[in-house]
């Protein structure tokens, strides 16, 4: 028997407005563009996050958890929106963050400071090469010190958190359906996985034949988050009994779009974050939605998308790190 939705915590403003972007579509020569503002899901702007925290967060408060443990880089959006929902609940957020400061805390990690996360510093390397003694150490001080800490992993991808997307998939077909879309083709970008495994999952378990959910890496290769997603929807149909036939050619990704390397925007990105704020007043990120954007914005522009059936753009948010980039995004002007 397939087990019910797990239980979750109610932290996101949802549902998420559905909009079209009627200014851009026209500048690509009369494409059909709709974005997901799932970058307005609340809670200080908590982006994709919060969705897979409600499970993740409920999970820890059943379990008599009051402190939550992440990892991230000081400008990581889960960080920061961990470090929310513990403020808003009153639990103690510690974040295990790198590489080191060196400048005043800005951008996501300013909010860190503000929500009132500890913070742990740890050189790259030596985070990579100890996580697991780092954790277990920092796990093990807290319960010496009393504490009762859930640990959550990078983006609260794990199969728990999966459910945010479930979910929203369907929240989004239930919106398409109202504005007289039933095809379409969905965006989203790729990192720890636990966004586009949801979003998978979420259209194989509701049959939402007509999204067909394609996935950008933001940060690694395709072999890689090929091994992320797909490890993360098997898990998640096996430990919540999912009616789900999962294989590996159910993923499709859009190749092409990391770049140097994960939060090393490229011009393209920058153009990308200009041109969506200039046309719609939106905002994205560059180390994520602005890369997805730019397989967006190539699919529109030879064709593949929003002219024989919509596309449609999952904004996960991250609006923060753009404060903390300003000399990367402003350039020469
Ligand atoms: C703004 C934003 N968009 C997209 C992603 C990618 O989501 P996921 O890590 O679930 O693949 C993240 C987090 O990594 C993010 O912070």
Redesign the pocket.
């Known amino acids: 028997m397939p087990r019910p939705e797990p239980e979750r915590v109610t932290l996101a403003a949802l549902p998420t407005p559905l909009v079209r972007l009627e200014r851009l579509g026209r500048h690509l020569g009369d494409v059909q563009i709709w974005m997901k503002r799932d970058?307005l899901t609340g809670l200080e702007l908590s982006?994709?996050?919060v969705r897979?925290l409600e499970y993740v967060v409920e999970d820890a408060l059943a379990k008599g958890c009051d402190t939550l443990v992440t990892e991230g880089t000081c400008q990581?959006?889960?960080c920061r929106a961990t470090a929310a929902v513990c403020a808003r609940l009153g639990m103690q957020a510690v974040l295990l963050l790198r590489p080191e400061a060196t400048v005043e805390p800005q951008g996501n990690h300013l909010l860190d400071v503000l929500f009132g996360a500890r913070t742990h510093f740890y050189p790259q390397e030596r985070f990579e090469n100890d996580r697991k003694a780092i954790v277990d150490t920092v796990l093990a001080e807290l319960m010496e010190n009393g504490r009762k800490p859930r640990w959550i992993p990078?983006?609260a991808?794990e199969p728990l958190g999966c459910w945010g997307y479930i979910r929203a998939m369907v929240e989004l077909a239930d919106q398409l359906g109202r504005v007289g879309v039933d095809a379409c083709d969905v965006i989203?970008?790729?990192?720890?996985?636990?966004?586009?495994?949801g979003a998978l999952l979420g259209t194989m378990l509701h049959r939402l034949e007509g999204l067909c959910v394609w996935g950008v890496p933001?940060?690694d290769d395709v072999a890689h988050h090929t091994r992320e997603v797909g490890g993360l929807c098997r898990q998640a149909a096996k430990q919540f009994a999912l009616p789900v036939e999962f294989a590996d050619a159910h993923m499709r990704f859009l190749d092409g779009y990391v770049g140097e390397g994960y939060a090393m925007p490229y011009a393209a990105a920058i153009e990308a974050i200009r041109l969506l704020a200039r046309m719609e007043g939106i905002i994205l990120?560059p180390?994520?939605?602005a890369k997805?954007f730019c397989a967006l914005l190539d699919g529109c522009r030879d064709g593949r998308f929003g002219r024989e059936r919509p596309v449609v753009f999952i904004h996960?948010?991250?609006i923060f790190s753009d404060f903390a980039s300003s000399q990367t995004l402003l350039g020469d002007e």
């Open positions: 970058d982006g994709n996050k897979k990581s959006n889960h990078m983006g991808s989203v970008p790729v990192s720890s996985g636990g966004t586009y495994a933001v940060s990120d180390v994520y939605t997805a996960t948010g991250g």
